[in-house]
């Protein structure tokens, strides 16, 4: 069954990083990468913000790392759009800070709502330097609820997938880590 992944774009640091890290797991998972630009504006009005093309330009292809992807559009609240978008998708990519810090007060945090509202795994990518890198492992926290075992369950794909070990910490065990140092 082809896999669908949805990416939340605005032109924000945040979001560029959102859609490179969308299109490198729209590539592991071979699924349909889909970018949506959500304007606050009515569809008739005249549109002071540009698409997804527009905004990253040339980068898009960069960005994507030329990974094949539909850019769409929608009208309204950006979380409303994207939890709608993002039906019947297999994952939601948004980026952990949009266009201001202060718009995100003022109106709420997309990335937020659409954790708590998306019918499907949300990821919130946070920008992160040239020389950030990954340490090998999926770490998912675990309290054996039938939360924490579909946690489980999808940790483990991930895992598999990205050839990395799974490290599962329980609820005492992830508060020591924190306390010291381990997981950020």
Known sequence: MPQRVVVGVDGSPAAAAALTWAAGEARLRGAELVAWTVIDQPPDAPVAEATAP?????????????????VLRGYGNAATELVAACAGADL???GSRGRSP???LLLGSVSRACVSHAPCPVVV??????HARSHGRVIVGVDMSGHSRQALRIAAEEARLRGAALQPVEQGSARQAVAHGEVT
């Open 102 to 104: 202060l718009a995100g």
């Open 54 to 70: 527009q905004v990253f330009g040339s980068a898009l292809d960069e960005l994507t790392d030329g990974y094949p992807v539909e």
């Open 92 to 94: 939601l990519v948004v």
């Open 125 to 130: 990518v946070r920008p992160q330097p040239d």
